[in-house]
């Protein structure tokens, strides 16, 4: 119920402002007064270790998270650890207690299977996973329970980043062909789209995808409980919001530098390299931009995330180095999921034993017992952090 008043409040904040008129004003950004972000931004966190008990529940590699009706769905690498991105992903589920209770269907060649998961997210009005599988260009659907449900092909397939799931509709984060910008279409489930930022007519124009020219978009997760979402269109680096399939621009943010036509520019710009955006992710009251800092050499030297809140219409920049934060290298400050407003990140093995050896002295007691329980697994554990 608290959540369900928090998300009514913060769309009906947006509605005020950001569906009256388009807006490309800059958008206030705030420096904050702390270097660690996961610190800062949540109240506490706990653990969910995921169960070993079964081969089938093998979790490495944890790129995604997504949680309804009290499962937890995670796309992980089904290899042991250390074997980085072997296998193909696949996706199976847990309660929130982190024990094992089924997978998505499997991989294989079969209408009921899948072989290359390229987007994914939850529908859940309908209570389905819904798979975009690159190999064949096709959508597939599958209760929670993992019963396949349907098999579509994709109309005019590009690739695409993420699908999501707001306001009971389907929509698409996609790589526009031959072209610098992502771009946001809605999702039909017999496999047809509707361009909601770009003309049908110009993407024709654009012509097929060529594998050239895929530098612009960027990965995006949401809320799946959210009426409307908010999309960060490099092209033109603006702010949009979608509802109802109505697009209304919200801002401009001025630490990205917009995507040069020429790509050979786009190259070599270091200002765009610097401050380029690798994933966005919303919750019901904020929208988060994971980005990088580099030096003069092109080196990463940084992680900041610029942290959009919908109620203020302002944003705060975070940074937390490398090495030194040891927050950061507990969680490998990868925000992998959320639900509600708690951020979800994983916690692996190794970074456990790591954090034993060389910095256990700097880690309060709590979490100190946890890793040591965490680096005799196998399996990578979650951390929630609570608002």
């Not at 969910?48 to 998270?65: F, G, P």
């Amino acid at each position: 119920m608290k959540r369900s008043i928090v998300l009514l409040w913060a769309v009906s904040a947006l509605l005020v402002s950001c569906t009256t008129k388009n807006d490309t004003s800059a958008i206030p950004i705030q420096d904050a007064e702390s270097m660690m972000f996961l610190d800062e931004m949540s109240g506490g966190r706990t653990y969910v270790l995921l169960q070993e008990s079964s081969i089938d529940a093998v979790v490495n590699d944890i790129d995604k998270v997504m949680v309804d009706d009290g499962k937890l769905f995670i796309q992980h690498n089904p290899s042991s650890s250390g074997s980085y991105h072997e296998e193909p992903a696949e996706i199976s589920v847990f309660d929130m207690d982190g024990h094992f209770l089924n997978k998505i269907s499997r991989k294989g060649r079969a209408r009921n299977e899948y072989v290359n998961i390229v987007a994914w997210c939850l529908d859940t009005r309908k209570k389905e996973v819904v798979i975009v599988d690159g190999a064949f260009t096709v959508m597939k659907r599958y209760k929670y329970d993992g019963t396949f449900v349907s098999s579509v092909n994709l109309e005019g397939y590009v690739p695409m980043w993420d699908v999501m799931f707001a306001g009971g509709k389907l929509y698409a984060n996609m790589l526009m062909p031959n072209n610098a910008a992502d771009d946001i279409i809605e999702l039909k489930d017999d496999g047809t789209f509707i361009p909601l930022m770009t003309p049908r007519e110009n993407m024709k124009e654009m012509g097929p995808f060529s594998g050239g020219g895929g530098i612009g978009a960027t990965p995006q997760m949401i809320d799946p409980e959210l009426e409307s979402f908010y999309h960060l269109r490099l092209f033109d680096n603006v702010l949009y919001r979608i509802q109802d399939d109505k697009v209304q621009s919200c801002g401009t943010f001025d630490f990205i530098t917009p995507v040069e036509e020429d790509e050979k520019e786009f190259y070599m710009s270091l200002d765009l390299l610097n401050s380029r955006p690798s994933e966005t992710y919303e919750t019901g009251t904020r929208f988060i931009i994971k980005t990088y800092e580099v030096n003069s050499d092109r080196m990463v030297t940084g992680l900041v995330h610029y942290v959009y809140d919908k109620s203020t219409k302002k944003c705060t920049r975070y940074r937390a180095e490398y090495k030194e934060n040891v927050g950061m290298i507990m969680s490998r400050f990868n925000i992998v999921g959320f639900t509600g407003d708690v951020i979800i990140t994983r916690a692996t093995p190794d970074g456990a034993k790591y954090i034993l050896k060389n910095a256990a002295d700097k880690v309060p007691q709590s979490d100190l017992e946890m890793l040591k329980v965490l680096a005799e697994r196998e399996n990578e554990a979650l951390i929630f952090h609570h608002p």
